[in-house]
Nanobody, 117 residues
Framework: QEQLVESGGGLVQAGGSLRLSCAAS????????FGWYRQAPGKQRELVAT???????NYADFVKGRFTISRDSAKYVAYLQMNNLKSEDTAVYYC???????????WGQGTQVTVSS
């Protein structure tokens, strides 16, 4: 079972930047992909970006050109660099790991990102 620890959230003014990290621990031999999702109060959880073990990347339209997902395969860490943050980016950001062991998905506990006007 994988364990995910998210960090890097906080309070930032509009136009600012944050870098989120998602560190996987435990059995790290079957990681298929990392994904970043977010959920604002009263809204559905939505996909932000994904990166597969081979490096294929997908972004939600609303973050293209502003956010960048990356990973350090050797350290089993995924990152989300968020630039030009907007107030609507305010949400709890969750890391998702897809494991090749029984094709199971794991979620972190989330890190709060708050963007002030």
């Amino acid at each position: 079972q994988e364990q995910l620890v998210e960090s890097g959230g906080g309070l930032v003014q509009a136009g600012g930047s944050l870098r989120l990290s998602c560190a996987a621990s435990g059995n790290t031999f079957k990681i298929m992909s990392f994904g970043w999702y977010r959920q604002a109060p009263g809204k559905q959880r939505e996909l932000v970006a994904t990166i597969t073990r081979s490096g294929d990347i997908n972004y939600a339209d609303f973050v293209k050109g502003r956010f960048t997902i990356s990973r350090d395969s050797a350290k089993y860490v995924a990152y989300l660099q968020m630039n030009n943050l907007k107030s609507e980016d305010t949400a709890v950001y969750y890391c998702k790991l897809e494991s090749g062991v029984a094709y199971t998905a794991y979620w972190g506990q989330g890190t709060q990102v708050t963007v002030s006007s």
